[in-house]
């Protein structure tokens, strides 16, 4: 099965879902982090609350980050979505042994932690970001999901999300959903989805019997008539480039770039998102500082 997002609206207009599957994205992001399974479940499932919340957003260069930081032993973990969907992450600790609640079940949670924040930017092209943080309530990502959107957004929100690692530590099935109750919704509709979230349980039963995106917002919704309004593939995708790092050396300072220029073997820096490596030679450097300079002297003119 494909990696895609699916959009659906209630026809009476009470309830927007979405719902994802993405095993080739968590699977891309295990291999290029080589991350253990449960820093590959964490982050597997930061990746889908970014890229089902990075497919809500309209303007075509917006983007979203996520940064769930709970002082567990994985650090912190921080995702970046663009409206499409496609969205790309790391995690500080990817080799965390192994943490189980009990045999066959990760301990998300307790990696992650609780003492801390879910901070969420949205970069809508204005002048600042929306910055959005509440406290993490479970570090189990999908709770703290449903809590930020409750607390921060005031949408009362059913999110899910679960990643099956296999014996090798591949990832055989990721996948979730989000339902979010719209404006004008009655209490019958609350009751309607509270019921259909309950009576389909944890998602991840579902995901290993191969269940589709379609599939499972139609059974959580199943007291509704449902629309589904569009789909989307989605993927991890890395959006570094070598302009793009040269830029970030020209933001330096100048007593910064002059030092890194008196380096004769250059620089190499490395991307946290897909482990990319690129060097800039002691030639190269004093160009920048070169150019920096002229900026400045613009400035003051």
């Not at 929306?130 to 957004?153: K, Q, R």
């Not at 059974?219 to 989307?232: C, H, K, Q, T």
């Not at 995708?237 to 830029?247: A, D, N, P, V």
């Amino acid at each position: 099965m494909s990696d895609k997002i699916i959009r659906a609206i209630t026809t009476d207009g009470a309830v927007m879902a979405a719902a994802i599957t993405a095993k080739n994205m968590v699977e891309t992001a295990r291999q290029m982090h080589t991350t253990l399974p449960v820093a590959t479940a964490a982050l597997g499932r930061a990746l889908m609350a970014a890229s089902l919340m990075g497919n809500q957003l309209k303007g075509e260069k917006d983007t979203v980050s996520l940064q769930f930081k709970g002082g567990g032993p994985l650090g912190a973990i921080t995702c970046v979505s663009d409206s499409s969907g496609n969205v790309r992450g790391y995690v500080d600790e990817p080799h965390v042994p192994l943490m189980e609640k009990y045999p066959g079940k990760l301990d998300v949670g307790s990696a992650v932690g609780t003492d801390g924040t879910l901070t969420v930017i949205k970069d809508l092209g204005m002048k600042e970001p929306y910055v959005g943080s509440v406290p993490l309530v479970s570090g189990e990502i999908a709770e703290d999901v449903t809590s930020y959107f409750a607390v921060s957004e005031q949408f009362p929100t059913a999110c899910a999300l679960g990643v099956l690692v296999e014996r090798d530590q591949s990832v055989s099935a990721a996948g979730g959903y989000l339902i979010q109750l719209l404006p004008g919704a009655m209490d019958s509709d609350i009751d309607k989805v509270e019921r259909g979230v309950q009576a389909f349980g944890s998602v991840t039963p579902h995901l290993q019997e191969g269940m589709s995106p379609e599939e499972m917002v139609k059974a959580i919704l199943s007291e509704f008539e449902v629309e589904f309004l569009d789909e989307s593939p989605v993927e991890y995708r890395c959006t570094c480039s070598r302009e793009r790092y040269g830029r970030a050396l020209l933001s330096l300072g100048e007593e910064d770039l002059a030092e890194l220029s008196q380096d004769p073997c250059g620089i190499e820096l490395k991307c946290q998102f897909c482990g990319k490596k690129y060097h800039f030679s002691e030639g190269e450097l004093r160009s920048i500082l070169a150019e920096k300079k002229k900026m400045t002297m613009k400035k003051k003119n």
